[in-house]
């Protein structure tokens, strides 16, 4: 019997625990609170208030800076204020809880739709390399029946077919000072063409393997080229001497660009790494690894000073002279060949398997 009462009285105490708490609730509802307590409930209230209208005013100072958009006026800048978000404080959706992704990111501008234009034949194995005059009265292209073709660019039609190498053509470029034209190929030879006379007048040695990639100087009668011994060779364009070995690639090098500013020679290679080289001390200034498999193309904004490269699936946009990444550009699920940049901020990628226009 001392069991059941002790029972019984234990579940009485949980009854009066119950009644006790329901009766605070209903007093705290009516008003009827101590008045210590209440005096402690308004003051937590008012610094609730003071929080939010501090963290209201910074996101507002924050919208009011220069390179940010209208949209983020809106934006939550505190987890207090993303918690608001959520409970539908920015206008009652959560659409105004933006992430980072979406206000750094500017919307593409729009484009007039790419059309074909013309279709070229005359070549009879593999088109490797193009180059484009200044002028653009002219273009060249370098194939895998050893030839080099020198078409009109408003109709089309083939002038003048250049033969000399006697392996595939892989990089051809167009001096915009002097009537020279280069050219690289599997044979391991640089030639320059003279496009008065149309023949060799010089001959760049040094290469121990094809040579598949070669850029000029902007402003310096420098050549520089690239190829599958490893190293990109820089090159007196008039005496023919080989000013810097740029060595430091484990693999091919794959691609190279030169521009006015440092770093004035930047290299890629199949060893999935992007090297920036200081030209004056033939060194090597910064390797970027980000990317995951070999480095096939690389392209240089013409008016920003930025730079592209490209991987198998990947491309990545850097930033000179340190070469801080940017952003990636997603699309590609094959081996990227190509990247070509305009004035427009178009970027064109060409793969294996289609080509992809980014704006």
Same mark, same amino acid.
């Given at each position: ?5 002790? %029972? ?17 609730? +209903? ?61 539908? /404080? ?6 105004? /809880?933006?992430?980072?992704? #979406? &206000? ?8 007039? @739709? ?30 895998? #029946? ?6 009109? +660019? ?21 001096? @915009? ?42 402003? +310096? ?7 599958? *011994? ?10 023919? !001497? ?25 290299? =890629?290679?199949?060893? !999935?790494?992007?090297? +920036?080289? #200081? ?39 850097? %930033? ?8 990636? &550009? *997603?699309?590609?699920? =094959? ?8 004035? #427009? ?9 289609? &080509?992809?226009?980014? !704006?």
């Amino acid at each position: 019997m001392d069991y059941v009462s002790a %029972k019984r009285r234990s579940l009485y105490a949980v009854d009066d625990f119950e009644d006790t708490a329901l009766a605070k609730r +209903l007093r705290l509802r009516a008003g009827n609170v101590p008045a210590a307590r209440k005096e402690r409930v308004e003051a937590a209230a008012a610094a609730s208030a003071s929080t939010a209208q501090t963290n209201t005013n910074t996101a507002l100072v924050r919208t009011e800076l220069p390179g940010l958009k209208d949209s983020t006026a809106q934006t939550p800048q505190t987890s207090q204020q993303l918690s608001l978000a959520r409970n539908g /404080a920015y206008g009652g959706t959560q659409q105004h /809880a933006l992430t980072r992704k #979406d &206000f750094m990111q500017a919307k593409p501008e729009w484009h007039a @739709p790419w059309k074909l234009m013309r279709v070229i034949s005359g070549h009879l194995g593999w088109v490797r390399a193009l180059a484009v005059e200044p002028d653009n009265q002219w273009f060249a292209s370098g194939a895998g #029946d050893r030839t080099i073709k020198i078409w009109d +660019l408003a109709s089309g039609t083939l002038k003048l077919t250049l033969t000399g190498h006697i392996s595939t053509v892989r990089g051809l470029a167009v001096s @915009p000072r002097h009537p020279y034209l280069f050219s690289c190929a599997e044979d391991k030879m640089v030639k320059c063409w003279d496009l008065e006379t149309n023949k060799v007048i010089r001959h760049y040695h040094g290469h121990l393997s094809g040579v598949y990639t070669m850029s000029l100087h902007p402003t +310096l009668d420098v050549l520089v080229t690239g190829g599958r *011994d490893g190293v990109a060779r820089v090159w007196d364009m008039r005496s023919r !001497s080989n000013i810097h070995v740029l060595s430091g690639h484990k693999g091919t090098v794959t691609d190279v660009k030169c521009q006015e500013g440092d770093p004035q020679v930047i290299t =890629s290679s199949l060893d !999935s790494t992007v090297r +920036l080289w #200081d030209l004056a001390a033939g060194k090597t200034m910064g390797v970027l690894t980000h990317h995951k498999k070999g480095v096939r193309a690389l392209a240089i904004h013409p008016k920003e000073f930025t730079f592209a490269s490209a991987s198998t699936g990947a491309i990545k946009q850097w %930033k000179c002279p340190e070469g801080a990444l940017m952003q990636n &550009f *997603d699309g590609h699920n =094959s081996i990227i060949n190509t990247l070509a940049v305009n004035e #427009d901020n178009v970027m064109i990628s060409g793969g294996r398997v289609f &080509f992809l226009i980014h !704006s």
